[in-house]
């Protein structure tokens, strides 16, 4: 089974913090994905990387920046955190366009304060 | 861009009765669609999917249907289980310039009664 491992399951931050998200696949995985869960609107789509070094802006990208240096990790950051940022935060994995769908990590629960 | 709309955003159902989950989309480009059950306090799992070139599709107690014309779909789940609770939600995605990224419905809290 594809592993996607997100490395913080809850985490608190202050108002105005630089905050790291970090996504790693142990599948060679090519597209990888973050999304934000909030009730009642689903999940919205961030940021994506169909390869390394490559993104793209998805549906709500203002206020925040990716980077992927390595095919395995996909990481998301806050430039500086706001409260509507407090959210459930998904990464996801799928080897390459027209394959099946996304393997989701476990989510992190951001609480910005 | 894509826009999926999901119905109904609640369904509680009795033990053995059938759900029916509706979805719309409105990029008649989009060819792949798939579904994700997300238990409370874990991550969402795909459950099924159907690509455009098929009307429908099943696996035990659980079906899609696809109607490419009127751009809906619907998941429909027979014999309903207490573990069957859960949240739904449906997907869509194209392919092109859009890379195949799935955009996501607001999700169907099912709650199947003993």
């Known amino acids: 089974d594809v592993k996607v491992t997100q490395s913080s399951r809850y985490l608190v931050k202050r108002t105005g913090e630089k905050v790291f998200l970090e996504c790693v696949q142990d599948?060679?995985?090519?597209?990888m994905f973050w999304y934000r869960q909030d009730p009642g609107l689903g999940l919205r789509l961030i940021y994506f990387s169909y390869d390394v070094k490559m993104k793209e802006k998805g549906d709500i990208p203002e206020g925040y920046s990716v980077s992927r240096e390595k095919k395995e990790r996909f990481s998301l950051i806050l430039e500086s955190a706001s409260t509507n940022q407090t959210s459930m935060y998904l990464c996801a994995s799928r080897l390459g366009q027209g394959t099946r769908g996304y393997t989701f990590g476990s989510g992190t629960r951001l609480t910005v304060v | 861009g894509e826009n999926v709309e999901q119905h109904p955003s609640t369904l509680s159902v009795q033990e053995g009765d059938s759900a029916v989950i509706k979805c719309t989309y409105s990029d008649s480009a989009s060819n792949y669609f798939p579904w994700y059950k997300q238990e409370l306090g874990k991550r969402p799992q795909l459950i099924i999917d159907?690509?455009?070139?098929?009307g429908e599709k099943k696996d035990q107690r659980i079906a899609v249907t696809l109607n490419k014309t009127a751009k809906h779909f619907s998941l429909h789940i027979t014999e309903t289980q207490p573990e069957d609770s859960a949240v739904y939600f449906c997907a869509a995605s194209a392919g092109g310039t859009s890379y195949g990224k799935l955009t996501f419905g607001q999700g169907t809290i099912l709650t199947v009664h003993p």
């Open positions: 599948m060679d995985h090519e597209n």
């Open positions: 159907i690509r455009s070139n098929v």
